[in-house]
Structures are given as structure tokens and as C-alpha cells.
């Protein structure tokens, strides 16, 4: 019998010349007044991603998730089994909706900067995500949305002045000033309601794209949220149930490198790639190019047919580069280099989809010009017709009694009451 007292291991281990255990602290390479060297980015060829067949097994697919899908190449040429081929007329059509998102962007940022309303964010270099994505998909599929995909909705041909109604919270506001500025919702327009909270819409989206399954519907849903949110247990939650039930959904990660002042490798960009994150969940995960719209384009179009014909789910990174602050309320400059967003290695998803049409022969740069002044104009005059419906902070515009309303289909008696002793309180206060 041993005559050892102790039962731990640790014991044998007293007075062995061992390390010091050490967290490790994320560090973004570049901080405010730094020079900034991206050679570190391996890049691959335009062409040198190949494409497979929509109904692969995800595990044949695995180094889809670690290399990058590209269409566009340096010099503005389309090329490598992922090119859509799209037409002119198409990719023109692509163009002016990035254009317009952008336009629509610098107005609500500088009508912020004014007083009109109180909060705005700007998708500035992220433009190919929303609008690549939302040609790509059937105007009748529903979207699960961030707040950095307005461009879905102006890709869909949505008005923007309603845009900006809600943008105001204004009288001609349909969701009545109850949703925070950006936070838009189109039924009709497949664009569900935007949330502030992170990464609620995954799971919305994986259970909605599970109904539409269990009716024997043809659509699907698609979501995104930003790579920062993919740590909230929702995301995870939502990858779960849509591998377990094959949804036909379309998942989407937006890396632009930053989650407000936190930058990705907090969320585990230093580990491993986010497309990397559906290799464990037997889900299919793809890593696109996001400043290369075709790419965006071919991606989601493959995601999509793969939906559609019951192969299961499909998870995209799209790598990308928040150009601006994270909103009105952030100040960039206080964490990051300021060469950063000039020296990003994938361009300006504008300019690069302006070289390709250009080299087509499809477009100049005069026509260009033309058309950022006439989209410049439209969105001006835009604003000032939903300015006429009020702006945010200028008294209220909706009826206080509307607050209670909407919720339940005919209101039920505790709601009157309070409703009702609302409004006693309101007056009696001589509001």
C-alpha cells in the first residue's frame, strides 16, 4: 500500500521550474499615428478560388472557409469560375445602387450633424454587401437585416424619402417614431425590423426560413450581422437549429475589421477566419471578397441556390472594412490609424465596380460624375420633402395615445386603462 497523504497531482509538481500561466491580450497592429502595412494579407488571385456544385458536402468544402472568393481582379477584369457574368444593364444597375446608398449615407450623416435627428450609421465601403447580395437574392425572399444594410432596401427600389421619415420620426414616420433612427422595417419590401439588440435577427432568421420549409413555400431568408456579434450566444444558437434542420437560410458575417472601438480579433479574428466558424457546425462557409460586388454577388447567388434546392444552410464572411466611424457617436481616430481606411488592400467596392465597367466599355468617367451629381440632387430634394413632415427633437408628432397602439390587434382593457390614465396625467400636467 502507498504510504502518500496526498491525492492531488499538483503535489509533484512543488518545485519544478515551470512557466507562468499568461492570458493573452488582443492587439490591433495599428493604433492613431502609426504607419500602416497590410503585407501581411494574404490575398489570393481573383481566379483562384474554384467553385463547386451548390449541393456539395460541407466538408469538401472546408478550405472555402479560410481562402478568399474574388471576381475582380487588379486591373478591373472579371475572371475565374465565380464571375456571374452578369449583363451591362445589370452591373450598371449595381453601380448606382452602391452610388445611391452612398449619397443617401453622406445626407442622413450630415443632417445628424445638424440637429435634424440623432443618431446615424454609415455604410461607407461596405456598399457590396447589401446591394450584391440583394440582387442576388428574389425580391420575395426575406431579409434579416443589421444596421448596416440599407443598401438591401434601396437595391429593392424603396423609397428613400420614407427612409427618411423614420430616419426624422416624423409624421409621415410609419413605424410612429417608436424605432430608433436606422432602424427600419418594410414587410412589403422583404426587410424585416431592425433591431439595436446583437445578433437577434439570426435566430428570427433561421426559425423563419424554417417555416417557410414546413408550408412548402420557395422562399428563403438571409441574415447578417457584424463579425463582433458572433460571439452573443443568438448566433450560435441560430447555427445549431439551422444545421440540425437543413434551413434554407443564408447567414452572413460582415467583417469590417471593427466592433466600435473593439477591432475583430476580440471576436477571434486572430485564431481563424469567421467563415471558418460553420466548419463545426457542418454548415457550408464560404469567405468572400465584400469589396468586390460580383463576388458578394456569385456568393450569395450559390448560397442561395443551394437553399433552394434543400442542401442545407450557407454561412459567408464577408471581408470588408468599416471606412467610416461605427456611428455619429464614435470618433475613429481615437483607435485606430487614419491611414488605415486609404491603405485597405481590396479598394473601394465603388471604384473597383466603375474600373470593370469602364474596361467593358460600358461606362466613362464623365457619366460617372453626371450621375453622383443627379443622385447627390435626388437624395437633397428627398430630404427636404420628408424634412416638411418634421425632424426629430422639434415636439412630438405622433399622438401620445398612439403609443398604446399596434400591439394587440383590439386593445385589451388594462391597456385602455392605462392608456387612458396616460393621458389624464398628460393633461393634468398641462402638456
Not at 467593358?360 to 443627379?374: F, P, Q, S, V
Request: glycine share 8%.
Amino acid at each position: 500500500m502507498s504510504d502518500r497523504t496526498g491525492s492531488g497531482a499538483g503535489e509533484g509538481m512543488a518545485g519544478r521550474n515551470l512557466p507562468t500561466l499568461e492570458l493573452h491580450v488582443p492587439e490591433p497592429k495599428f493604433r492613431p499615428g502609426d504607419s500602416v502595412d497590410f503585407s501581411h494579407f494574404d490575398i489570393p488571385a481573383a481566379d483562384a478560388t474554384p467553385r463547386p456544385d451548390e449541393a456539395v458536402q460541407p466538408a469538401q468544402i472546408r478550405d472555402l472557409a479560410y481562402g478568399l472568393i474574388r471576381v475582380l481582379d487588379e486591373d478591373g477584369a472579371a475572371v475565374g469560375q465565380w464571375n456571374p457574368n452578369l449583363p451591362p444593364e445589370t452591373l450598371l444597375r449595381m453601380l448606382r445602387y452602391m452610388a445611391l446608398t452612398r449619397a443617401f449615407d453622406a445626407r442622413m450623416f450630415r443632417a445628424q450633424r445638424q440637429g435634424k435627428t440623432s443618431f446615424y450609421m454609415k455604410s461607407t465601403g461596405e456598399e457590396a454587401v447589401s446591394v450584391g447580395a440583394a440582387l442576388a437574392l428574389a425580391r420575395d425572399d426575406m431579409c434579416f437585416p443589421s444596421y448596416r444594410q440599407q443598401g438591401i432596401l434601396i437595391a429593392r427600389d424603396w423609397p428613400i424619402i420614407d427612409m427618411m421619415n423614420q430616419i426624422y420620426s416624423n409624421t409621415g414616420d410609419r413605424l410612429k417614431g417608436r424605432q430608433l433612427p436606422i432602424m427600419y422595417s418594410a414587410r412589403e419590401a422583404g426587410f424585416f425590423s431592425i433591431s439595436g439588440n446583437l445578433t437577434t435577427q439570426y435566430p428570427q432568421a433561421v426559425g423563419w426560413a424554417m417555416a417557410s420549409a414546413a408550408k412548402g413555400d420557395t422562399r428563403i431568408a438571409a441574415t447578417w450581422c457584424g463579425e463582433g456579434s458572433t460571439a452573443e450566444g443568438d448566433f450560435h444558437s441560430a447555427c445549431t437549429f439551422a444545421s440540425v434542420y437543413r434551413a434554407p437560410v443564408i447567414m452572413n458575417i460582415v467583417n469590417n475589421q471593427w466592433a466600435i472601438s473593439s477591432f475583430s480579433g476580440f471576436a477571434g479574428a486572430e485564431a481563424t477566419t469567421f467563415a471558418a466558424r460553420a466548419v463545426g457546425y457542418g454548415i457550408a462557409g464560404l469567405r468572400v471578397d465584400g469589396n468586390d460586388v460580383l463576388a458578394v454577388y456569385a456568393a450569395t447567388r450559390w448560397a442561395a441556390d443551394r437553399a433552394r434546392s434543400n442542401a442545407g444552410p450557407t454561412l459567408i464572411e464577408h471581408f470588408t472594412y468599416r471606412v467610416e466611424g461605427h456611428s455619429t457617436s464614435d470618433d475613429p481616430s481615437a483607435y485606430r490609424s487614419a491611414e488605415e481606411s486609404s491603405l485597405w488592400p481590396l479598394g473601394d467596392p465603388i471604384a473597383r465596380l466603375k474600373q470593370h465597367c469602364i474596361r467593358l466599355g460600358i461606362w466613362d468617367e464623365e457619366r460617372h460624375a453626371a450621375m453622383d451629381k443627379e443622385l447627390a440632387e435626388m437624395v437633397r430634394d428627398a430630404a427636404r420633402e420628408a424634412e416638411k413632415n418634421g425632424i426629430l427633437g422639434h415636439g412630438l408628432h405622433h399622438p401620445m395615445e398612439s403609443l398604446f397602439e399596434d400591439v394587440f390587434e383590439e386593445m385589451p382593457w388594462h391597456l385602455k386603462e392605462q392608456q387612458q390614465q396616460m393621458l389624464d396625467e398628460w393633461k393634468a400636467a398641462g402638456l
